[in-house]
C-alpha cells in the first residue's frame, strides 16, 4: 500500500483518539466494532450509506407485521323495498301498491273469508277501522306478481297514512271523508284508484270484478281485482308502475353477508297473540322448520280460530317477522258512524317478533309522509328477510294481546 499524506494524517489521529479513551471506553472499542471502525477511519472500507433528508434510515431488525388478507368488497345493496331480499337478476322498478282487502266474519252473509291473493303480499297490514272490525291492506311490489285478490273494500286512512312515505298506488273501493281528507290536504289524488270526489278530490276509476261465490254472501262483499286490472286502471289514470326505491319499508339483515337477526337475550314467542277487538283476533304460531309464523284468525261466524287461508292456492299464511305497534286509536270526533283514527304522531310501544323471540321496542311516524320507523334506544331495529305483518293496535287493547 503506497503511503500518502492522507493516510499518515488518518494513522495519527487514530493513535490520538486511542490514548484519550478510558481504559472501559478502551475496551469496548477494542471490541467487534473496532475492525470495522478502523478500517473506514483509514478509508479502506466505504462508509454506510445515509439517508437523504426526510427520510428514514434501514430498519433496526424490527419484527415485521404480517400484511391483513383483503377483504372482498360487497356488490352494491340492491334489496327488495318489502322483504329485504336480493332481487332478481333483471328486476323491474315496481311501484308498491296496497290493496285494501275485507276482512268481516260476523255471518255466513257478511263474510269476507277465505280470501284471494293475500298470500302472495309482501306485507300485510291489519288495523281496526269501525264496529271493532279490523280490515286488511295487502302490499305488493310488482303489479305482475298480484293474483286475483280480495275482496276488495274501501280505503282508510291509517293505511294510507303507512303507505303515503313511499309513493305506493292506493287501490279499493271507496273511502272514509277522512281519507279524502288526508289526500286532499296532501295533494295524493294521483296515486289514488277508486277514491270518492268529497271536497271536489280528482278521482281514478278502479277496474274489477265480481264473484258471487257461493251465492250467500252478501253483495259487498264480492268485488275482486288483480294484478291485470290494477295495470288497466292505472294506464286509465296515467299513473306509472315504475318507481325505484333508495330504502326499505323495514330495515332488514343484509342479504350480502347472510346476516341473521335471533333476538339473542329477548324472551321467547313461539305463540303471538294481537287482538283488535273480541271478534277480530289474529294468532301465530312459530314454526322453527320454515323460521316462519303460521297466522289463524278467530271467527266470529264458527266462534273459534281458524287457519287464515288464501283460497287461491289453499295454502295457510306464514311470515318471517311481525310488528305489532301499539297506538291510542278511538272514533273520529263528531258524526263520524265510529270510523276510527290512529294517533301517529306520538309513536308508541312496538313487539317485534321473528325466529321465535320478541323484541320490546320504540316505533315512531312523526308526520304522514314520514315512514314508520322501529327503535331500540338509539339503534334501528333489524327484520329478518322475507314477508311481514305489521299490525295496529289500539293500546286499550294491549292487555288481550301476548307474545309466549
Excluded at 56 to 62: A, F, K, R, V, Y
Amino acid at each position: 500500500m503506497k503511503l500518502t499524506r492522507r493516510w499518515v494524517l488518518r494513522a495519527a489521529a487514530v493513535g490520538a483518539a486511542v490514548l484519550a479513551l478510558p481504559g472501559c471506553a478502551s475496551s469496548a472499542l477494542l471490541g467487534g466494532g473496532w475492525r470495522v471502525w478502523l478500517r473506514r477511519l483509514l478509508g479502506l472500507e466505504p462508509e454506510a450509506p445515509q439517508p437523504a433528508a426526510g427520510e428514514e434510515g434501514p430498519e433496526q431488525n424490527l419484527p415485521s407485521e404480517p400484511a391483513a388478507p383483503p377483504q372482498p368488497s360487497l356488490p352494491a345493496y340492491d334489496p327488495d323495498p318489502l322483504t329485504g331480499e336480493k332481487r332478481a337478476p333483471h328486476p323491474k322498478s315496481g311501484r308498491m301498491i296496497g290493496v285494501m282487502v275485507n276482512n268481516i266474519c260476523a255471518s255466513a252473509k257478511q263474510n269476507a273469508r277465505p280470501h284471494r291473493g293475500i298470500s302472495e303480499a309482501k306485507l300485510l297490514i291489519e288495523c281496526k277501522v269501525e264496529g271493532k272490525i279490523s280490515r286488511l291492506c295487502a302490499v305488493f311490489d310488482d303489479v305482475d306478481a298480484i293474483p286475483e285478490v280480495g275482496p276488495l273494500r274501501s280505503g282508510r286512512d291509517q293505511f294510507l297514512q303507512l303507505l303515503m312515505p313511499w309513493q305506493a298506488l292506493y287501490y279499493h273501493d271507496g273511502e272514509s271523508i277522512f281519507c279524502t281528507q288526508y289526500i286532499k290536504q296532501w295533494e295524493y289524488w294521483d296515486l289514488n284508484i277508486g277514491g270518492k270526489s268529497y271536497f271536489n278530490t280528482p278521482t281514478h276509476a278502479r277496474v274489477a270484478h265480481r264473484d258471487k261465490r257461493d251465492g250467500v254472501v252478501a253483495y259487498e262483499h264480492t268485488e275482486f281485482t288483480s294484478g291485470e286490472e290494477i295495470r288497466k286502471a292505472a294506464e286509465n289514470a296515467g299513473i306509472s308502475l315504475k318507481y325505484d326505491y333508495e330504502q326499505t319499508f323495514f330495515s332488514f339483515a343484509d342479504y350480502r353477508t347472510g346476516a341473521e337477526e335471533d333476538f339473542d337475550g329477548c324472551s321467547e314467542a313461539a305463540e303471538v297473540l294481537v287482538r283488535h277487538s273480541a271478534n277480530y283476533q289474529s294468532a301465530f304460531d312459530y314454526d322453527p322448520d320454515t323460521a316462519c309464523y303460521k297466522m289463524q284468525m278467530y271467527s266470529g261466524r264458527t266462534g273459534k280460530f281458524e287457519d287464515t287461508v288464501d283460497e287461491n292456492t289453499g295454502k295457510q299464511l306464514e311470515f318471517a317477522n311481525l310488528v305489532i305497534c301499539f297506538a291510542p286509536i278511538a272514533a273520529y270526533p263528531g258524526d263520524s258512524a265510529d270510523v276510527q283514527q290512529v294517533q301517529f304522531a306520538g309513536g308508541g310501544e312496538a313487539w317485534v317478533c321473528t325466529r321465535g323471540r320478541v323484541k320490546i321496542c320504540q316505533w315512531t311516524k312523526p308526520a304522514p309522509d314520514q315512514p314508520l320507523e322501529l327503535w331500540d334506544g338509539a339503534e334501528t331495529v333489524t327484520l329478518n328477510r322475507g314477508r311481514t305483518y305489521l299490525a295496529l293496535v289500539d293500546e286499550d287493547e294491549q292487555e288481550g294481546c301476548s307474545a309466549l
